[in-house]
């Protein structure tokens, strides 16, 4: 596990703690751990949380279809308007739509995030999954782990885990959000 000191003097600093290779490592790895898991790919179906757990969820997928030869489903999931802070922040929470075009009921849904951490989007992301369907069960999956829950939620599988300061920001940048795949810590 990671260990990160709070920056010194109040100055913003920016630490790389995932490299483009440690990115596709981790996703490479996870991709077989849940295979490995789920005992092959037939059930699943992979849901990424808007914004960052979706070109994620993609390349795990992607993985996973080249590897077991199966079509592995990509939704996406938009979880602003089942936020327990939307009386906080709802002016400036931008709805996007939800995709997910295909049926989960009965099929072991891997939820896909970039950054776990509180564990309220999770939370979030589980009660808005009701309006879809039921699965026979939901896994976790997360690129960065770092702690600090609030909620006891956990991941299934995870990239890296990290300890980090509650002021600390981990971000994720991936090429498909405009980004060059790494991820910091400022």
Known sequence: MLKLKASNMGKTQQKVIMSEADISRSINRMAKEIVEKDKGAQDLVFIGIMDGGLPIAKRLASMIEESERVKVPVGGLDVSLYRDDLSIRGKNIEPKRSDISFSIDKKTVILVDDVLFHGRT???????????????????????DRGNR?????????????????????????????????????
Do not use: C, H, M, W
């Not at 999770?122 to 960065?144: F, I, M, T």
């Not at 940048?173 to 910091?184: A, K």
């Open 122 to 144: 999770v939370r979030a992301a589980l009660d808005s999954l009701n309006d879809y369907g039921r699965p026979a069960r939901v896994q976790l999956a997360v690129l960065v």
């Open 150 to 186: 609030e909620l006891p939620i956990q991941p299934d599988f995870f990239g890296k885990k990290i300890t980090s300061s509650l002021e600390d920001q981990v971000v994720v940048l991936l090429t498909e959000n405009g980004g060059s795949d790494q991820v910091v810590i400022k």
